[in-house]
């Protein structure tokens, strides 16, 4: 379990890998920009980066565990049995002093315990009380998963901790969220969004990959299918553990642009793909904020691609300024780390034309998981020809990026001919499951070895 003492509150670097060289004429700068949290006393920090609390100073946490009781919860009774026995193993992940709470959820939201608005500090007894009332857990009642959630954002404002502390959640559900609409969730996690982050589990195969998906998403959190519910104590202890490594809150990459140059995106690209852009908040002149949630001792990317003006042969421009910062309590933002993206125009075509390794590497990755959402939905719908080739695309990429866990997960949906090729065959038969877990995982990428 982590420990929060000073030594180990994290410092920030950030490294930009990229190709600054342009061709005459040519206006898109694509970099890759790497940022590392390390605690400090532990692997290493970053030379100059700032503490983020003074001395003495340990940050606080809230979490909060939303656990599916709805009707089809007991068919079969394993996965109710599951899901007691993974919220047990969870609290007993929440370390000494974060305050928690547990939720039932059905087409409402219940306080399980402590109950009364409250969260409870964790401790040996508190920990074992609230073991006790899940014995209460019983399925029965419909899915509204938006009112689960605007609980759990109740329950985390109210913990009597920093506002800078890390809230978080982790949500299990078995099914399909019928009891509210799609405007109610949307609306339920617009509201969440910045508040608190949340991981998102769905057990068995009867529940909606993109709705689950699509919470971990709004909520910078993970998503996975359990789909046995045998192996959901050991996903809830692992997720809880990563919740309680977590540091620093509220943390956001702030880019700034000098005049005339536009944004084309920003986004994650390891350890997931997620989609930044049109998540920016404005910043002061010429900067946005892009939300990254909490942070503990890691190491994340993401694609920047910029427009920038065109200049003459041998000028060069800062396209770029990538900055790391949180909010602090007077309403302004301490930065933690920064890094360049630079432009620079010659007619030397080797140097113009080379592409930057990570900035290959990630692009194919993005596709990949586009590739594979394509492919999954034209399977679906019956289009067996823009199913084989968009799969066949997704099967030659993961080989060619070395990404075998994705490549692994393909094949039980697809037979391999020729991976290099990407010549495949849809197979005939595919376990629901099997199906599910290749589009959960879709966005998983893989990491390239960094080069100067």
């Known amino acids: 379990m982590a420990n929060f003492s000073k030594s180990n509150v994290p410092q920030f670097s950030v490294d930009v890998y990229q190709n600054e060289f342009l061709p005459e004429g040519g206006r898109e700068v694509n970099a890759i920009a790497t940022v590392t949290s390390t605690g400090g006393g532990t692997i290493g920090s970053a030379v100059g980066a700032p503490h983020l ?9 809230a979490v909060a565990i939303m656990v599916d009781c709805s009707g089809s919860m ?4 394993t996965k109710m049995r599951g899901a007691r026995d993974a919220t047990a193993a969870a609290i007993d992940a929440v370390r000494d002093g974060v305050h928690f709470a547990v939720i039932g959820g059905t087409h409402v939201a219940k306080e399980v315990y402590p109950g009364n608005g409250r969260l409870a500090v964790a ?7 609230a073991k006790q009332a899940l014995r209460k857990l019983s399925a029965g009642g419909g899915t509204a998963i938006g009112t689960w959630l605007r609980l759990a954002d109740r329950l985390l404002a109210s913990a009597e901790v920093p506002a800078s502390s890390v809230r978080h959640g982790i949500l299990l559900t078995d099914g399909r969220n019928e009891h509210e609409s799609p405007e109610d969730l949307r609306a339920a996690l617009d ?3 910045g508040r608190f982050t949340c991981d998102a589990r769905g057990v068995g195969t009867d529940w909606e990959v993109k ?17 046995d519910p045998a192996g959901l104590a050991a996903d809830f202890t692992q997720m809880m553990e990563a919740a309680m490594g977590k540091e620093v809150a509220d943390v956001s990459l702030r880019l700034w642009t000098p005049m005339g140059v536009e944004i084309k995106f920003v986004k994650q690209v390891a350890p997931t793909v997620e989609e930044l852009t049109d998540r920016r908040t404005e910043a002061g002149p010429r900067a946005g904020d892009y939300p990254t949630g909490s942070w503990g001792d890691e190491s994340r990317d993401y694609h920047i691609c910029v427009h920038v003006p065109g200049a003459e042969l041998g000028q060069e421009m800062l396209a770029a300024r990538v900055s790391l910062v949180v909010p602090q309590s007077d309403g302004s933002a301490q930065t933690l780390s920064q890094g360049l993206v630079r432009a620079v125009w010659t007619d030397d075509m080797a140097a113009s034309t080379s592409i930057n390794p990570q900035v290959a590497h990630y692009t194919g990755q993005a596709e990949l998981a586009q590739v594979i959402q394509q492919g999954l939905d034209a399977r679906k719908s019956g289009d ?4 084989t080739a968009k799969l066949g695309r997704a099967v030659q990429l993961a080989s060619a990026s070395g990404n075998a866990d994705t490549a692994k997960l393909l094949s ?6 020729d991976a290099a090729a990407g010549t495949v065959r849809l197979k ?16 998983k990428t893989v990491r390239v070895k960094k080069q100067s």
Request: contains cysteine; glycine residues 6%.
């Open 74 to 77: 007991d068919y079969p009774p």
């Open 53 to 61: 609390y003074s001395a003495g100073q340990s940050p606080d946490a």
């Open 428 to 443: 005939a038969k595919v376990a629901e499951a099997d199906e599910m877990t290749l589009e959960t995982r879709s966005t």
């Open 191 to 193: 509201s969440c969004a």
């Open 211 to 227: 709705e689950v998906t699509g919470i971990a998403s709004a909520l910078l959190g993970t998503a996975d299918i359990v789909a």
């Open 384 to 387: 067996v020809d823009g199913a």
């Open 123 to 129: 401790d040996a007894r508190t920990r074992e009380q």
């Open 412 to 417: 039980k949906v697809v037979d391999v001919v």
